[in-house]
C-alpha cells in the first residue's frame, strides 16, 4: 500500500461503545480494542490488493479477524489468552452451523448426567461455586470436551485452541456466559477484574437442573441470533487463522502480511487475565500445568523474573519516563512500579521488532494507542510505540488523536490524589514499511 493511499484510509473514533450490543454480538461482550465500525470503515478504505493478508497480533475478542471475513479478506489473529482464542473463534461460526448447535448441547448435557467422577478439592471452580454446583459444571465441561475436541485439539500436554472447531469454542462460549452471569456478584466496577471468593462470602449454589436449562436456553440464543444476523450470511469464503500465541516470541513468515490492525494491551496496569478467572477456571483441565499466563501478558502486574535493560531502541521518550517513575516520591515506585514498567516496555519492543518483520515492503500497520499517567506522570505511549516502531524500520505517515472522556485510569478513585481528570488520548498511528 502507496504511502499516499494513508490519507485516503477512514479512521472513526476507536472508542469502544458502552450501549449493549444486540444480536450474535451481544454474546461476545469481552473488553475488546475498537468497535467493528472502526475495523470496517478503516480496512474498506485501505485498498488492500487481492489476497492481501491482515494480521492482529493482540487479537482479544476477535474484532479484526471477524471484520475480515465479512469483507472477504484472508486474515491471522493471535492470542496469548485461550479464553480469547475461543471467543474469537466462536464468532467467526458460520450460519450453517447454527442447526447443529441445539442438538450437540442436549448431549453434553445428557452425558453429564451420568458423570459420578468427583471433583478436584483444588479444581479452582470451588472459589466462587458451592461444591455440588462446581462438580457438575466441571461434569458439564469434560463432557463438552469429550463430544467436540478430537484429536486435533488435543496433545499430551493440554488442549491445542490452534484446531478448536467453531461449534466447540460456541459451546464454551455459551458455558462461559453461563458461569458468568451466575458469578456477577463477584465482578467489580472495573471490567477488568473478577474477584474471588473470600472466606465467609457465601458461594454460588445453582441446582443440575436450572444450570443445564439455563446453558440449553443460552445455546438457542446463540443460535437464533446466528441465522438471524444478515451480515453473516454475505461472509466471503476466507477462514481466518486464530492462533494461542505469544506475540513476543511467536515466529511468523517474514514479508507475510500486508496490513496489521490492531490494539497493544494498555500501560496501564490492567491484568487482563484477571478479567477472565472464570473462563480460565472452565478451562482448567485442558491448560497446560507449565503455563504462567499472567507472568507472560504485557503489562502483567508480576514482577518479572529476569533483568531488564533498558535498549536504545526504546527512544528518550521512554527513557524520560522510565527514569521519572523510579525517581517518583511514591511508595515503591523505583522498585515494583519501576520494573513493571521495564517489563511491559521489553515486551512491546521485542513485538513490534516481530512484527515489522512480519510485514510486506510497502505495507502498513495501524495501532491504536492509549496515553495514560503513572501518578502525577504522563506516560505518553503513542509517541513512545511510534519511537519503537519507527527504530524497528517503520515509518509513522498518519496520526489521528481522540479524547477519551472516560479511561480505565478513571474507575480508581485514588488516582484523583494527583489528577483531577481521568479523560485520556486514544491515538490511531498509521506505519508505512518502505520499499
Not at 24 to 31: I, K, L, T
Not at 74 to 98: F, H, Y
Amino acid at each position: 500500500m502507496a504511502s499516499r493511499m494513508f490519507q485516503s484510509l477512514v479512521i472513526q473514533s476507536p472508542k469502544r461503545n458502552g450501549r449493549a450490543q444486540g444480536g450474535w454480538e451481544g454474546f461476545f461482550p469481552y473488553y475488546a480494542g475498537f468497535p467493528v465500525s472502526f475495523a470496517q470503515s478503516l480496512l474498506s478504505s485501505a485498498k488492500l490488493p487481492d489476497k492481501a493478508v491482515v494480521l492482529d497480533p493482540w487479537n482479544g475478542s476477535g474484532t479484526t479477524t471477524y471484520v475480515s471475513s465479512l469483507l472477504g479478506l484472508s486474515s491471522q489473529g493471535l492470542d496469548l489468552n485461550p479464553v480469547m482464542v475461543i471467543v474469537a473463534k466462536a464468532r467467526l461460526l458460520p450460519p450453517t452451523e447454527a442447526d447443529s448447535i441445539r442438538p450437540l448441547g442436549l448431549e453434553i448435557v445428557r452425558a453429564a448426567a451420568n458423570d459420578s467422577d468427583q471433583l478436584d478439592p483444588a479444581d479452582p471452580l470451588n472459589d466462587w461455586f458451592s461444591p455440588k454446583s462446581a462438580r457438575y459444571i466441571r461434569a458439564i465441561e469434560a463432557s463438552l470436551h469429550h463430544h467436540l475436541v478430537g484429536g486435533l485439539g488435543v496433545n499430551v500436554v493440554a488442549t491445542n485452541f490452534d484446531n478448536l472447531s467453531g461449534l466447540a469454542a460456541t459451546n464454551y462460549v455459551a458455558l462461559f456466559s453461563v458461569c458468568r452471569d451466575l458469578t456477577s456478584a463477584f465482578q467489580s466496577s472495573n471490567p477488568t477484574w473478577v474477584k474471588r471468593a473470600k472466606p465467609g462470602d457465601v458461594k454460588v449454589r445453582v441446582s443440575n437442573r436450572r444450570f443445564a436449562e439455563t446453558f440449553i436456553s443460552k445455546l438457542e440464543g446463540m443460535a437464533a441470533a446466528l441465522v438471524a444476523d444478515r451480515a453473516l450470511r454475505h461472509r466471503g469464503q476466507e477462514v481466518p487463522e486464530i492462533k494461542n500465541a505469544d506475540s513476543t516470541t511467536t515466529r511468523l513468515r517474514p514479508h507475510s502480511v500486508d496490513i496489521i490492525l490492531t490494539s497493544p494491551p494498555y500501560c496501564t496496569r490492567i491484568d487482563y487475565t484477571a478479567a477472565t478467572r472464570v473462563e480460565l477456571a472452565l478451562l482448567h483441565p485442558r491448560l497446560s500445568a507449565s503455563s504462567d499466563l499472567g507472568a507472560h501478558m504485557i503489562g502483567t502486574t508480576r514482577v518479572p523474573k529476569r533483568d531488564i535493560e533498558i535498549s536504545p531502541t526504546w527512544g528518550n521518550r521512554c527513557r524520560t519516563f522510565l527514569n521519572a517513575v523510579r525517581r517518583h516520591p511514591s511508595k515503591a515506585s523505583g522498585g515494583y512500579y519501576y520494573v513493571t514498567h521495564l517489563d511491559y516496555f521489553d515486551k512491546m519492543s521485542r513485538s513490534l521488532g516481530t512484527l515489522s518483520k512480519a510485514i510486506r515492503e510497502g505495507g502498513a500497520a495501524i495501532l491504536v494507542v492509549q496515553d495514560s499517567f503513572y501518578k502525577d506522570v504522563h506516560n505518553d505511549l503513542p509517541s513512545i510505540v511510534a519511537d519503537m516502531a519507527e527504530a524497528q524500520g517503520l515509518q509513522l505517515v498518519r496520526r489521528e488523536n481522540f479524547q477519551i472522556s472516560r479511561s480505565m485510569a478513571g474507575i480508581n478513585r485514588r488516582t484523583r490524589i494527583y489528577r483531577q481528570r481521568a479523560s485520556a488520548v486514544e491515538a490511531v498511528l498509521c506505519f508505512h514499511k518502505p520499499r
